[in-house]
Nanobody
Framework: QVQLVESGGGLVQTGGSLRLSCVGSGRTFSDYVIGWFRQAPGKEREFVAQIWSIGAMTYADSVKGRFTISRDNTKNTVYLQMNSLKPEDTAVYSC???????????????WGQGTQVTVSS
């Protein structure tokens, strides 16, 4: 079992940057695929990025070139560096853990509580 806690959200202006962190507990954290998802008000939760246990990454088209996912298994932490933020990036961002590769929420077993990101225009 894995417990996940996100941090790093906040209010930023258009074009600004934020770095989100997802800290996991459990001695097998490094074995999990960790994904970031986001959900804006009135919209479905959508895939943002994921990083495999071996370090390979995949991204949603909407964030490619702007967001970077990385992990430090010595700290049981996955990061999401978000640059060139846009108002449409405003959402609650959640990290999740899975034993399989997936870009849909039901593919992930464990979830954090989420952190709010608001981008002002």
């Amino acid at each position: 079992q894995v417990q996940l806690v996100e941090s790093g959200g906040g209010l930023v202006q258009t074009g600004g940057s934020l770095r989100l962190s997802c800290v996991g507990s459990g001695r097998t954290f490094s074995d999990y695929v960790i994904g970031w998802f986001r959900q804006a008000p009135g919209k479905e939760r959508e895939f943002v990025a994921q990083i495999w246990s071996i370090g390979a990454m995949t991204y949603a088209d909407s964030v490619k070139g702007r967001f970077t996912i990385s992990r430090d298994n010595t700290k049981n932490t996955v990061y999401l560096q978000m640059n060139s933020l846009k108002p449409e990036d405003t959402a609650v961002y959640s990290c999740a853990a899975s034993t399989i590769l997936s870009t849909i929420p039901k593919g992930f077993t464990y979830w954090g509580q989420g952190t709010q990101v608001t981008v002002s225009s």
